[in-house]
């Protein structure tokens, strides 16, 4: 299907966005753009993305030790410098130097607590299970079902016994256990399309904290799926025109949405959300 009639269905992205900020679906599926400054965080993402990709490669060569594994994330490091201005060529353009070397330097301080983690679940899981959960079978694949109604672009995909399943980057920061509740729904979602694009059932995925070098493993309940389509059918409520009732949430404090968001909800709004 042509990437333009991907655009008639909700997508993860957008389900996501919901779970930050209904109004924010709205916005943006009304000619507003979020807006995608290029701040040191986001430089951050950038890289512990770029970084968390090669995280399996960097396991295969070094030893089980810490001091191997740190070796090998510095020389991925390395790897991803040289790289990122390649990848991202439209998002770093005109980008001062300086900026983008601040950035590399506060992804450097957290390499020895990665080193730390991965080290530990090699320990736990041995190093080819630990390879096996986060090495990516393809990297942003475009999954897309009209029976869900949804498309789907995750930051990779693995191959684990015999079975495709969904690997989510994620580069903030971790929970003591388990995962968020957005991350639980993001894999529940792109589980979802595996099966319909794979024909095969999808009953667990992997979280990878880049930040901490942390890697979990997530169930999928039918609760997680029920919530995926309650979601996917509100966020098709939205772009067919309903305004969601206005809610302060953390993004409120640096959307800039805000001069438009001052409506209150509309009648429809307070009974469907
Ligand atoms: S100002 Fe707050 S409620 Fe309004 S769109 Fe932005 S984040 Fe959402």
Redesign the pocket.
């Known amino acids: 299907m042509p990437l333009i009639d991907l655009k008639l269905h909700a997508n993860v992205s957008e389900l996501m966005l919901y779970m930050?900020?209904?109004?924010?679906v709205?916005?943006t599926n009304r000619d507003h753009e979020l807006a995608a400054e290029i701040t040191p965080e986001y430089l951050e993402h950038m890289i512990l993305k770029e970084m968390a990709i090669g995280y399996s490669d960097a396991i295969e060569r070094a030893s089980i030790d810490r001091v191997s594994i740190l070796d090998e994330l510095n020389i991925e490091m390395e790897r991803v410098k040289g790289e990122l201005e390649l990848i991202y060529s439209t998002e770093l353009r005109n980008l001062p130097h300086r900026v983008l070397e601040t950035a590399e330097e506060v992804v450097s301080e957290h390499i020895g607590m990665i080193a730390s983690n991965l080290s530990e679940t090699i320990s736990k899981y041995g190093k080819e299970e630990t390879i096996r959960r986060i090495r990516p079978y393809r990297t942003e694949p475009v999954l897309h079902s009209d029976k869900l109604k949804l498309t789907g672009i995750p930051s990779a995909i693995i191959q684990y016994e015999e079975k495709i399943l969904p690997l989510s980057i994620r580069t903030g920061k971790y929970p003591d256990s388990g995962v968020w509740r957005n991350d639980r729904i993001h894999i529940a979602a792109i589980a979802m399309l595996l099966e319909e694009n794979y024909g095969d059932s999808v009953e667990h995925g992997f979280v990878q904290y880049a930040r901490h070098g942390s890697i979990r493993e997530v169930k999928i309940r039918p609760e997680d799926r029920r919530q995926v389509l309650k979601i996917r059918s509100r966020v098709d409520s939205i772009k067919n025109g309903i305004l969601p009732e206005?809610?302060?949430?953390?993004?409120?404090s640096y959307?800039?949405?805000?001069h438009?968001?001052t409506t209150a909800r509309s009648s429809l709004a307070s009974r469907l959300f």
Request: net charge positive; with cysteine.
């Open positions: 930050k900020c209904p109004r924010q709205y916005y206005r809610k302060e949430v953390t993004a409120c959307c800039n949405f805000m438009l968001c």
